[in-house]
């Protein structure tokens, strides 16, 4: 399949993309399906450095392979755009800081934050929710790239984002969303469901802020959404099995 090749192509290091010139927009449904590879192989290397290594070494690998596998590109992304959002005074100003391959104040701090944010949740994920979480979080923060993608306009007329734009469809949502909720409910039951809802509401949000601060999304702040989206996922998931954790056995079908 084409689409599904593109997609994997693009977000990660695989080069399985195909030859020749394609249209990106078809990709976009398999984002989430791609996204709960991603989680499949780390949770792989999750269960085989716990044999061996402390919580936080075995978070703190993750953290590194889950940047190779993807080449950092969403990284990048939520990088620039805290420069770009919060560095700008204008939509301007914004959209040219965005850019710029320097680095500011502004993306160190939030990349460190983000990162040890990170780290620190997937070192703490309760081991009865374990399983679930690594599979989900990538597939349901990926699902939010897809909504924001759909929901909101594009705001240069040239830029890597653009390739999405062409070939687009709400086919792409039905069958991104139908995957995404499938994996949550699967593997984390009710509790998948709230972490679904909660991945699109966030990812929504976030994107029809920063759309007001530049007039549309750009291929940064979809990366942005994506970092994000794996942050709360994360977060919250441990949160809710923290003080609820029946929810996440109890299939919904």
């Not at 998948?192 to 291929?219: K, Y």
């Amino acid at each position: 399949m084409t689409g599904l090749r593109l997609a994997i192509g693009f977000l990660t290091v695989l080069p399985l993309a195909p030859a020749g010139e394609a249209r990106m927009g078809p990709a976009r449904a398999w984002f989430p399906l791609v996204g709960l590879g991603l989680g499949g192989v780390l949770l792989g290397l999750d269960v085989a450095a716990r044999e061996a290594l402390p919580e936080l070494v075995a978070g703190a690998i993750l953290v590194a392979v889950l940047l190779v596998l993807t080449r950092a590109i969403h990284t990048e992304g939520f990088l620039d755009c805290c420069d770009g959002l919060f560095g700008g005074y204008t939509r301007e100003d914004r959209l040219r800081i965005l850019r710029d391959s320097r680095v500011g104040a502004f993306a160190v701090i939030g990349g460190a934050a983000l990162l040890l944010l990170k780290w620190s949740a997937l070192a703490g994920i309760p081991d009865d929710a374990r399983t679930g979480l690594l599979l989900v979080f990538p597939c349901l923060s990926r699902f939010g790239m897809l909504a924001t993608m759909a929901a909101f306009p594009y705001a240069r007329e040239q830029g890597l984002g653009t390739a999405f734009q062409e070939g687009r469809g709400w086919w792409q949502v039905m069958v991104g969303a139908a995957t995404a909720a499938a994996a949550a409910v699967l593997f984390l039951g009710s509790g998948g469901a709230v972490l679904f809802g909660v991945a699109a509401l966030a990812a929504l949000g976030l994107g029809r802020w920063m759309s007001g601060m530049l007039g549309g999304m750009t291929g940064d702040t979809y990366g942005a959404v994506n970092e994000v989206g794996e942050v709360t996922v994360l977060v919250l998931g441990i949160a809710l099995f923290s003080a609820v954790p029946e929810i996440f056995g109890t299939p919904l079908w």
